[in-house]
């Protein structure tokens, strides 16, 4: 069911050409909509209406998906609350992370003139930790 419109974004994007890299793509993309489908599930079991499941679910996706990673930097989450339980609960962030070491480890960029690794690049700009796989 995903693997369809996940060829499509991934070769008209013009992301890695490799294999190995669209099987991660396509299985992190089936992964996160499982994990998206479960947790609905769970609200769904625990609120009676049905409108109130949805806002409720809707809510939760919605604070994880901003705290994961993408749209703030983790040294840009405010620590008290905010990043140490939701940023690692978050599983935007394992999927964010594993992604972009999927299409920027082992590359090379020139910028200006200057070689820049893609493990610099996730390192310095998006502040993955690189102790661990994708």
Do not use: C, R
Not at 27 to 36: K, T, W
Not at 51 to 56: A, R, T
Not at 113 to 133: E, R
């Amino acid at each position: 069911m995903k693997l369809i419109p996940g060829a499509m974004v991934y070769y008209l994007v013009g992301l890695h050409h490799g294999h190995e890299q669209f099987v991660y793509f396509i299985s992190m993309l089936f992964i996160s909509v499982f994990l998206v489908e479960g947790l609905v599930m769970i609200i769904a079991n625990m609120v009676p209406n049905f409108l109130m499941g949805i806002i409720f679910g809707s809510g939760i996706l919605g604070v994880m998906m901003s705290h994961g990673g993408f749209h703030k930097l983790p040294s840009d989450i405010p620590k008290p609350f905010w990043k140490y339980p939701l940023h690692y609960i978050s599983f935007h962030k394992y999927a964010y992370q594993g992604l972009f070491k999927n299409e920027f480890q082992g590359l090379t960029f020139t910028i200006s003139n200057q070689v820049t690794s893609g493990d610099d690049i996730l390192k310095h700009l998006w502040q993955m930790d690189m102790n661990y796989s994708k």
